[in-house]
């Protein structure tokens, strides 16, 4: 079997539940406390025993060219500073996670259309998905674990959480048995589904591992919910054909596209940082016995 060294990283929507922060920058530049939201989805990629990355952009291509590229001015007024040393390291270490590509999604038909302008890329090799705006946090990385899932069963693998019935409305919903420890056996799934609609509380949540065979089902998928080309209206295909693998994955995943979700990933990354958690915390502590 094929190894998994490559993956897409979409990061051409629009970001419209973030307006106006999203007006000119994309939400994936969004700082996790001093960090932006893509650099730790690299970094989880990296960790994953990822080579390759491609980036789906649109705007803001620069913004995001230059994080992973060098900042020779940057890095020599850094080196100036003794001090600098561990920052200047971090910042030149940036440069060297992983080979990063880009591509433009010309035009924001959907996940499955910006998926599948990686089709040149990849070939016919099994690839990593990471969408953009979703940050999971935790010490085994959350794409390494759909990855050996794949590697063990030669399926295709998604990422799942259960979510709330108000919640799973906004996100797919996915038909599941059991199948070993935290992974099942998907046969069938829907993108937003009405209520009624629902297999079970389980959504595909930010991370899936994919076969090649993803590029001919995404080029005959029609638009679907909200009339955009929907990632999950093509692997349905692969569910009801040879079956997916489903993943309740560990880890803390936060919606970097939803307000509530860049504050509760700031917050919660803040009071563990160690240069700002202790004073954070203090800080916390004392707004909190004023609410
Ligand atoms: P979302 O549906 O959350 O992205 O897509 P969005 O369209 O930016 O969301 P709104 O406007 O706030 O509702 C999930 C991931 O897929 C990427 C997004 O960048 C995000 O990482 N995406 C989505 C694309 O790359 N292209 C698209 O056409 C749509």
Same mark, same amino acid.
């Given at each position: 079997? /094929?190894?998994?060294?490559?993956?897409?990283?979409?990061?051409?929507?629009? %970001? =419209?539940?973030? &307006?106006?922060?999203?007006?000119?920058?994309?939400?994936?530049?969004?700082?996790?406390? #001093?960090?932006?939201?893509?650099?730790?989805?690299?970094?989880?990629?990296?960790?994953?025993?990822? $080579?390759?990355?491609?980036?789906?952009?649109? @705007?803001?291509?620069? &913004?995001?060219?230059?994080?992973?590229? @060098?900042?020779?001015?940057?890095?020599?007024?850094?080196?100036?500073?003794?001090?600098?040393?561990?920052?200047?390291?971090?910042?030149?270490?940036? !440069?060297?996670?992983?080979?990063?590509?880009?591509?433009?999604?010309?035009?924001?038909?959907?996940l499955g259309?910006?998926v599948?302008?990686? @089709?040149?890329?990849?070939?016919?090799?099994?690839?990593?998905v990471?969408?953009?705006?979703?940050?999971?946090? %935790?010490?085994?990385?959350?794409?390494?674990?759909?990855?050996?899932?794949?590697?063990?069963?030669?399926?295709?693998?998604?990422?799942? /959480?259960?979510? !709330?019935?108000?919640?799973?409305?906004?996100?797919?919903?996915?038909?599941?048995?059991?199948?070993?420890?935290?992974?099942? @056996?998907?046969?069938?799934?829907? $993108?937003?589904?009405?209520?009624?609609?629902?297999? !079970?509380?389980?959504?595909?949540?930010?991370?899936c591992?994919?076969?090649?065979?993803?590029? #001919?089902?995404l080029?005959?998928?029609?638009? %679907?919910?909200?009339?955009?080309?929907q990632l999950t209206d093509a692997m /349905?295909?692969?569910?009801? %054909?040879?079956?997916?693998?489903?993943?309740?994955? =560990?880890? =803390?995943?936060?919606?970097?596209?939803?307000?509530?979700?860049?504050?509760?990933?700031?917050?919660?990354?803040?009071?563990?940082?160690?240069?700002?958690?202790?004073?954070?915390?203090?800080?916390?502590?004392?707004?909190?016995?004023?609410?």
């Amino acid at each position: 079997m /094929k190894k998994v060294r490559k993956a897409v990283i979409p990061a051409a929507g629009l %970001g =419209t539940r973030v &307006l106006p922060a999203t007006k000119a920058m994309p939400k994936e530049m969004l700082p996790i406390v #001093d960090k932006p939201a893509i650099q730790y989805i690299v970094e989880e990629a990296a960790a994953s025993g990822i $080579e390759d990355i491609l980036i789906i952009t649109n @705007r803001g291509k620069g &913004l995001l060219e230059d994080h992973f590229d @060098r900042a020779p001015e940057l890095e020599a007024r850094l080196a100036q500073d003794p001090d600098k040393a561990g920052i200047l390291e971090e910042v030149v270490s940036i !440069s060297r996670l992983a080979n990063i590509w880009y591509v433009r999604q010309k035009e924001t038909l959907g996940l499955g259309h910006a998926v599948n302008r990686a @089709r040149n890329f990849i070939g016919n090799e099994p690839f990593a998905v990471l969408y953009g705006d979703d940050v999971i946090l %935790g010490g085994d990385p959350a794409c390494g674990q759909l990855i050996r899932a794949y590697e063990k069963h030669g399926l295709g693998v998604v990422g799942v /959480k259960e979510v !709330s019935r108000a919640a799973i409305r906004k996100y797919s919903s996915l038909k599941v048995e059991p199948l070993e420890d935290n992974r099942f @056996r998907c046969t069938d799934m829907i $993108e937003k589904p009405q209520p009624g609609q629902e297999f !079970s509380l389980y959504s595909i949540l930010g991370r899936c591992v994919l076969p090649p065979e993803i590029f #001919d089902i995404l080029d005959r998928t029609p638009p %679907g919910a909200n009339n955009e080309i929907q990632l999950t209206d093509a692997m /349905k295909e692969l569910a009801r %054909g040879p079956g997916i693998v489903a993943v309740d994955f =560990t880890g =803390t995943r936060y919606d970097m596209g939803s307000k509530l979700g860049v504050m509760q990933a700031g917050v919660e990354t803040a009071l563990r940082h160690p240069e700002i958690g202790e004073s954070f915390r203090a800080y916390l502590k004392e707004l909190a016995a004023t609410l």
